[in-house]
């Protein structure tokens, strides 16, 4: 079953690559968080509270004009022990049911002190190698011009035996599934304050996935939402 939203019409532009302090020729920029009131807001608050491994969804997470799943209509999963993406959205942009216990868990994450969103990777729930190695797919009801989110890679290792944090990739899309931008994230211990804006196309899905050793956890995911403007 794909999970719709409005129907729009916008232009696509070339992908570009951003690492934080980088200049970014593309349409989407990062931007200061600070500086973005946004009105609407997923922050998994709403879901119960538990510890890791917490609850598994394997169907959209919904909030005023937002749906959250694994990948859009059109793409498919592979790799391990984290997702990859590959293959084109169809349009228009829809959400696709997630694999079961692929999708996506809720728990309580001390490093944000709330409850915040793992995506579920290849090993699946509740196995602790699933936890923050999947994909996450957002689709907007209406297309939107910024967009600010928290990650958690893993915590601060002061023995420094973990390997170093990997990256997060952001890929920022039309109503039509065409790519609008792509921003490559450095990630490092600890959370991640992170906001984007675009000059160019309006945003209608983003997916993010990322190759970090021990996963991410995602937070305090803030859009523009209709009728109580950005």
Not at 42 to 54: I, K, N, Q, T, Y
Not at 158 to 178: C, E, I, N, Q, V
């Given at each position: 079953m794909a999970w719709p939203v409005a129907r729009a019409t916008l232009a696509a532009a070339l992908a570009s690559l951003l690492c934080p302090g980088t200049a970014n020729a593309g349409p989407v920029t990062q931007v200061d968080p600070a500086a973005l009131t946004l009105a609407g807001r997923?922050?998994?608050?709403?879901?119960?509270?538990?510890?890791?491994?917490?609850f598994a969804h394997d169907a959209p997470l919904i909030a005023p004009?937002?749906?959250?799943?694994?990948?859009?209509?059109?793409?498919?999963?592979?790799?391990?022990?984290?997702?990859?993406l590959t293959g084109t959205p169809e349009a228009p942009l829809a959400l696709a049911d997630p694999l079961p216990g692929q999708g996506q868990s809720t728990a309580y994450h001390a490093g944000f002190g709330s409850n915040a969103l793992f995506p579920l990777g290849p090993a699946g729930f509740p196995a602790t190698e699933a936890r923050g190695e999947?994909?996450?797919?957002?689709?907007?009801?209406?297309?939107?011009?910024?967009?600010?989110?928290?990650?958690?890679?893993d915590y601060?290792?002061?023995?420094?035996?973990?390997?170093?944090?990997?990256?997060?990739?952001?890929?920022?899309?039309?109503?039509?599934?065409?790519i609008i931008d792509s921003h490559d994230i450095r990630l490092g211990h600890g959370p991640l304050p992170l906001a984007f804006r675009s000059t160019g196309p309006g945003i209608a899905g983003v997916?993010?996935?990322?190759?970090?050793?021990?996963?991410?956890?995602?937070?305090?995911?803030?859009?523009p939402l209709a009728g109580f403007g950005s």
């Open positions: 997923m922050d998994f608050e709403p879901m119960p509270l538990a510890p890791e491994p917490g004009g937002l749906a959250l799943g694994e990948r859009f209509v059109g793409q498919t999963l592979s790799g391990a022990p984290h997702d990859r999947g994909a996450v797919a957002l689709l907007f009801e209406a297309d939107i011009d910024a967009l600010a989110l928290s990650l958690h890679a601060a290792d002061p023995l420094g035996s973990r390997p170093p944090p990997g990256t997060a990739t952001l890929t920022f899309y039309d109503r039509a599934g065409r997916t993010l996935t990322n190759d970090d050793p021990g996963g991410i956890a995602i937070d305090d995911i803030r859009y």
